[in-house]
């Protein structure tokens, strides 16, 4: 009997690089290629397809020229809407190594052909999001967050392939070399360009102006390392840096290699870790100085593929993968309150504080409407050119409303959603809050302020001094702090990242209106530039009288039945 041919369905696991040469690594890796398949519409992605072991896999790259974090959020949305039934995802490339100190054990000493494979660490997931500053010499840096742990299955198989490489010859070096006996042509491009091109130069001493490559950079200020008895690839495990750009300075590296313990940078990940669960896996290409060429970018890309495909023999396959669907983990990884009031990720200090905070947790409200969603639902309303004007910054402000039942909640949610699954280049936060007539803990000021500074921070880490005082101020003595102290610390820490996006739904549901009116006015007024608001309630006078108080009607968006009701 002939086998059925493969439909979208058929592929569990999603493969996301961001340069032609890791693509091509990729095609090099796969034990079989598989016919195209129809798109989701609107999917501007090509696909690679194929089969690694007992594992269908889609491989998706992101478009010739572009890199950064907002542009693989939107490569792994494309694809979890054309592909529905993958399970989680690999990003596999090249990175910029970060070196230690020369050390005689292997794991301790990095080097160009090396793996960096993403691993929690303490607090943090695996990925770490900074935002650098255009003088990236002068050490200006910003850390806005730790992203999401890989998948359990794949952290798992990482543990089981971890043990695997204590009693076997390097399994990633054995793969390479039946890839290149292979394809024998391949060796010049994607074979070891040598131990001899592996440079690594002293911290301060830069790359000569002008030069394509080393030949003119003194020799004398190479660092001196023992050398390897083996070419073979080492695999590292800790924390990645991502951010939109590399810095490629040796003393940023340095200090953040011994502030924060990062072994390598990249620049996709942080896109993708709270909206695609995923494993980032790294070759190193450089070590993210001004020395860095592409060189090694072919044979890193080879050693971060055949170490992915290592992971993949390592996941149970057919029946024995039970996790939930990749776009469904998507609408399960917003910013959950309730998470934070678990204290999940933070130091006992930082459970303390959230426990000071009792928040209320919106996130039960957020999938309660959530469940309500049909295919497309919303999407009238974020093709909306006001809606598509705030988002970019371009408004400030968005007001919703309209009749009971006509689906505010829902936009809401919508919205929420979307923005999380978008991700953008600084990362930005979305925070949200639900007023609730059935619940006393969600209709006033006063709580959707601890609400809203629990969500930083739980998740943002230039959130915490700030809080911290606020704490050391009132909470040690056990006390709450005053309706204007909380305010005045979320503006304060506002001030500290560019933008934050605020979702605030049924406003009518409020038993402080006019607090939060007045509040809502003074907010606008002191942090204008790091604030972008959507507002919903119904169209009661006392509601749009304040509204017209401190915004312009052409912000107003009425919730048409007509629309929603596809919606709902």
């Known amino acids: ?44 992605n090509a696909y690679l397809l194929g089969r690694v072991g007992q594992h269908n896999v889609v491989v998706a790259c992101l478009p010739a020229g572009t890199v950064g974090t907002s542009v693989a959020a939107t490569v792994a949305n ?4 054309s592909f ?24 301790d000493d990095l080097h160009l052909g090396d793996v960096v494979v993403s691993n929690p660490v303490g607090e943090h997931g695996g990925v770490l999001q900074f935002n650098f500053g255009k003088t990236i010499k002068e050490g200006k840096f910003v850390h806005t967050g730790s992203l999401n742990k890989p998948p359990t299955v794949v952290r798992t198989a990482v543990t089981k392939l971890r043990a695997r490489q204590r009693i076997k010859r390097n399994l990633i070096q054995s793969r390479i070399d039946c890839i290149m006996k292979t394809n024998p042509g391949m060796k ?14 002293m911290t301060d001493y830069e790359h000569e102006d002008g030069q394509s490559d080393c030949e003119l950079c003194d020799v004398g200020k190479l660092v001196h390392r023992q050398p390897r008895a083996r070419p073979d690839p080492v695999i590292h495990y800790g924390l990645i840096g991502s951010a939109d750009n590399l810095i490629g300075h040796a003393a940023t590296r340095e200090k953040l290699r011994q502030e924060k313990g990062i072994l390598c940078f990249e620049m996709e990940a942080a896109g993708l870790m709270d909206n695609f669960p995923c494993l980032v896996v790294r070759g190193i290409c450089d070590y993210s100085d001004s020395h860095m060429n592409k060189q090694w970018q072919p044979y890193a890309a080879l050693t971060a593929a055949a170490y992915a495909v290592e992971v993949l023999a390592c996941v149970p396959s057919g029946d024995g993968l039970r996790i939930p669907k990749a776009i469904d983990v998507v609408k399960d990884t917003v910013v959950e309150t309730h998470n934070a009031a678990q204290g999940e990720g933070l130091a006992d200090h930082g459970r303390r504080v959230i426990q000071w905070l009792s928040a209320p947790d919106p996130s039960t409200n957020l999938h309660a409407a959530t469940a309500k969603h049909h295919a497309d639902t919303g999407s009238w309303l974020l093709e909306h050119q006001a809606f598509l004007e705030w988002q970019a910054g371009e408004r400030n402000f968005l007001w919703l409303y309209g009749t009971p039942g006509c689906g505010k909640t829902v936009s809401s949610s919508t919205i929420i959603n979307y923005l999380r699954l978008k991700q953008n280049d600084a990362g930005t936060p979305v925070l949200f809050f639900f ?4 619940n006393k803990d ?3 000021l006063d709580s959707l302020l601890r609400s809203l500074l629990a969500q930083l921070y739980s998740n943002f880490e230039y959130s915490r001094e700030d809080i911290n005082l ?19 610390t979320f503006m304060t820490v506002l001030r500290k990242a560019p933008t934050h996006y605020l979702v605030l739904d049924a406003m009518d549901e409020s038993t402080t209106r006019r607090d939060l009116l007045n509040w809502m006015k003074a907010t606008r007024a002191s942090v204008v530039d790091h604030l972008l608001i959507v507002a919903t309630s119904r169209s009661e006078h006392d509601l749009e009288t304040g509204i017209r108080n401190f915004v312009d009607e052409e912000n107003f968006i009425p919730l048409q039945q007509a629309s929603m009701d596809p919606d709902i």
């Open 78 to 81: 494309n694809l979890l809407r």
């Open 188 to 201: 010049t491009e994607f074979g070891h360009p040598g131990p001899g091109n592996d440079h690594l130069f």
């Open 470 to 488: 606020l704490y050391q101020e009132y909470g040690k003595r056990g006390s709450m702090a005053s309706t204007d102290d909380l305010s005045s």
């Open 84 to 107: 529905p039934k993958v399970r989680f995802g690999l990003m596999v490339g090249v990175g910029s190594g970060v070196p230690s100190n020369p050390s005689s054990n292997a794991r």
């Open 435 to 438: 007023f609730d007539f059935n």
């Open 1 to 44: 009997m002939s086998k059925l041919p493969l439909t979208n369905d058929d592929y569990v696991v999603g493969w996301i690089c961001a340069l032609e040469v890791e693509l091509a690594a990729a095609m090099l890796i796969l034990d079989e290629e598989h016919s195209d398949l129809p798109c989701a519409d609107n999917d501007s």
């Open 442 to 444: 969600k209709q006033s």
